[in-house]
């Protein structure tokens, strides 16, 4: 397994995502990215606090086609939706793409590449960055909120906002509205 680290994001370059596969040998090949805050800015994102993902590429080369499958572990740390506590957030994904070649690039198929013929190499940052960001769920809830062991100022506020109506209280009103309607 070829172990790649990430560089300075002051050299903004996707250098190192680049795999040139021609002089692969057919079989399977593995990669492994360590990708942090500094690789998601390449791409002008920064939604998260902080990132420490291990995205492992495994490259099966085949006569005519490739199949790319990511598998991406690690955390982001996000701010919680409900009381923008920030907490670590375990993430697991895979991706999986077939690379085939044809006249013209097109990635239009989200599952099917296709590079035109004479390519010599692949750039698969835009996969490793797909793999994380879609990893994360569109609604982060700190999970003390939803066991109800986190302590914070927002819940306890919200808590003094909610209704204060007791559930005897709602079945009444549910039962005179039926009465009503009979």
Request: hydrophobic share 35%.
């Amino acid at each position: 397994m070829r172990k790649v680290q990430q560089t300075e994001v002051s050299m903004k370059t996707f250098k190192e995502y680049l795999i040139p596969f021609v002089g692969l040998k057919q079989g399977i090949h593995q990669f492994e990215y360590q990708v942090g805050n500094d690789f998601l800015s390449l791409f002008e994102f920064e939604e998260y606090n902080s990132t420490a993902v291990t995205v492992t590429l495994e490259f099966n080369k085949k006569s005519t086609f490739f199949e790319l499958n990511f598998k991406a572990t690690g955390k982001v740390n996000v701010d919680c939706d409900v009381t923008t506590e920030p907490f670590d957030l375990p993430i697991s994904n895979e991706l999986f793409v077939v690379v085939k070649f044809g006249n013209e690039f097109n990635d239009e198929n989200e599952e099917i590449l296709v590079i035109p013929h004479g390519s010599y190499e692949i750039n698969v940052s835009q996969y490793i960055y797909e793999c994380i960001v879609l990893a994360v769920p569109s609604k982060r809830v700190h999970p003390g909120v939803e066991d109800g062991t986190l302590e914070s100022d927002i819940l306890e506020h919200l808590e003094t906002l909610a209704p204060k109506e007791t559930k005897e209280k709602v079945k009444t009103k549910r039962i005179l509205i039926l009465d009503g309607i009979n």
